[in-house]
């Protein structure tokens, strides 16, 4: 009862500050003080006059109504869901790019029979990025799965280790094929202690906090984080230890975020946004926006969060970075609709929902799920 007492304060400020309706409103205010004053031309000042003009003030008051009709008329137009575009489906590969896909698969299995193995890992590392922004997580397997026998055969353990954490491993986890995912990163892992490649060891066991962050395992993922983060502290390489560094903290911020713990979770966002910032790596320092978005909402400062999702999709526009521009938008939807601003709150949705579309599969993370509950707790009003 109370937050919608408090909602219908907030619609009706809304009404009084909208720009249609300032307008009417001064027409109004005009009237009406025609209505019951005159001028003193000498003095310059507005005198009483008797009796009031009862027909002006009555033009004023129908100004003053149809002005609130007019707005709430304009507002509920702009209240509606996008229904056409929802639910969103992700980019698709077209004909052509499974046609290419295809013939690749096909020209890496015959150099694998001829026994081109350096062919191989050449051609189909290569195309690895690809086929993961394109959501082509199968064919991503199948071909890494060909590299590593490559490498096996070529004697090549860093290539092995890397295949297996990242191109099979966790190209695994979006399939939620978990287990399988586990056993090709463990192995990865296995090989890249064995030659001392900290830096692989580190990102693998941030890959398989990933997998208990996806189960719902908090406790499970702080501790592989906790133990990805020593490994890290032994790269040489201080380029790569900054950037695996902050990756870990990031995804300590997540782990921390799952677990409840939200002060520790703004305090590993803010590590690992300053790292970035420092590194200067704008692409991944725009993660950070919506991440700590949506812990100030759970701190239930929502003014901040408003200010921090706003502050982000102007950074990731200027970046054109477009699964964050996405993400802060929902960021934004879920906070006004907190402070029962519906109307914010929707534009802010449909504008999520129409970007959703245009993002590879794989930058999706939970917003289909976020967007999901904020829609239908915006239809049922």
Request: proline share 3%; with cysteine; hydrophobic share 40%.
């Amino acid at each position: 009862m109370l937050s919608k007492i408090i909602g219908s304060i907030k619609y009706i400020k809304e009404i009084i500050t909208a720009p249609t309706v300032n307008i009417l409103l001064l027409f109004a205010f005009f009237f009406i003080i025609l209505s019951v004053s005159k001028i003193n031309k000498q003095e310059g000042i507005i005198f009483p006059n008797t009796p009031p003009n009862w027909m002006l003030i009555i033009v004023g008051c129908i100004l003053f109504g149809a002005s609130i009709l007019l707005y709430v008329y304009i507002s509920k137009k702009k209240v509606n869901i996008n229904e056409e575009i929802f639910p969103p489906t992700p980019p698709v590969s077209t004909e052509a790019q499974k046609k290419l896909t295809n013939i690749l698969k096909d020209e890496l299995s015959k150099y694998m029979e001829k026994e081109l193995y350096n062919d191989v890992i050449r051609f189909g590392s290569s195309i690895s990025r690809v086929l993961w922004l394109n959501g082509e997580y199968e064919a991503r397997v199948e071909i890494g799965k060909m590299v590593e026998e490559a490498a096996t055969r070529l004697g090549q353990k860093l290539i092995k280790a890397e295949t297996l954490i990242d191109d099979i491993g966790w190209t695994l986890v979006p399939q939620k094929k978990f287990e399988e995912a586990k056993n090709n990163i463990e192995h990865g892992m296995q090989i890249a202690t064995a030659i001392k490649n900290f830096y692989l060891v580190a990102k693998a066991k941030r890959h398989l906090s990933g997998i208990e962050i996806e189960k719902g395992r908090s406790e499970n993922a702080l501790k592989l984080l906790e133990e990805s983060i020593v490994e890290a502290n032994k790269i040489e390489d201080s380029t790569k230890r900054d950037e695996i560094t902050a990756g870990i903290y990031y995804g300590l911020a997540e782990a921390y975020y799952l677990s409840g713990d939200y002060i520790k979770a703004e305090e590993m966002c803010l590590k690992s946004r300053n790292i970035y910032e420092n590194i200067n790596d704008k692409e991944r320092y725009a993660k950070h926006f919506a991440q700590l978005g949506k812990i100030k909402i759970e701190q239930n400062n929502l003014k901040s969060a408003r200010d921090i999702f706003i502050a982000g999709l102007e950074y990731s526009k200027k970046i054109k970075r477009l699964d964050e521009i996405t993400r802060n938008y929902v960021g934004l939807a879920i906070t006004y609709a907190k402070m029962n601003e519906k109307r914010k709150a929707t534009n802010n949705l449909n504008q999520a929902i129409k970007l959703l579309r245009h993002i590879p599969l794989v930058f999706w993370g939970n917003m289909v799920t976020e967007i999901t509950q904020l829609r239908n707790k915006l239809k049922g009003g």
